[in-house]
Nanobody, 115 residues
Framework: QVQLVESGGDLVQAGGSLRLSCAAS????????MGWYRQPPGKQRELVAT???????NYADSVKGRFTISRDSANHAVYLQMNSLKPEDTAVYYC?????????WGQGTQVTVSS
């Protein structure tokens, strides 16, 4: 079992920045992939960015060049630095981890970008 707790969501103006954090606990050493997904209002959950234990990173095209994912293995955390935010980035952001082919999700943190 892996437990994930997100923080850092907020209301921000377009063009602003936010940093999301996700703290992992439990069977954290079995995690292969960690990352972030988001669910905009009225839409399905979508990939934002993932990072493997080996450091391979994958971004959604819509956030490339604006968002940066990082992983702190020592502190069992993953972060998402979001710059140049747009109203279309408004969503509930979920931390994600995969361990032994099992997905785990955090409770979500709201990010709202005003125009």
């Amino acid at each position: 079992q892996v437990q994930l707790v997100e923080s850092g969501g907020d209301l921000v103006q377009a063009g602003g920045s936010l940093r999301l954090s996700c703290a992992a606990s439990g069977s954290i050493f079995s995690t292969v992939v960690m990352g972030w997904y988001r669910q905009p209002p009225g839409k399905q959950r979508e990939l934002v960015a993932t990072i493997t234990r080996g450091g391979t990173i994958n971004y959604a095209d819509s956030v490339k060049g604006r968002f940066t994912i990082s992983r702190d293995s020592a502190n069992h955390a993953v972060y998402l630095q979001m710059n140049s935010l747009k109203p279309e980035d408004t969503a509930v952001y979920y931390c994600y981890a995969e361990a032994y082919s099992t997905p785990y999700w955090g409770q979500g943190t709201q990010v709202t970008v005003s125009s």
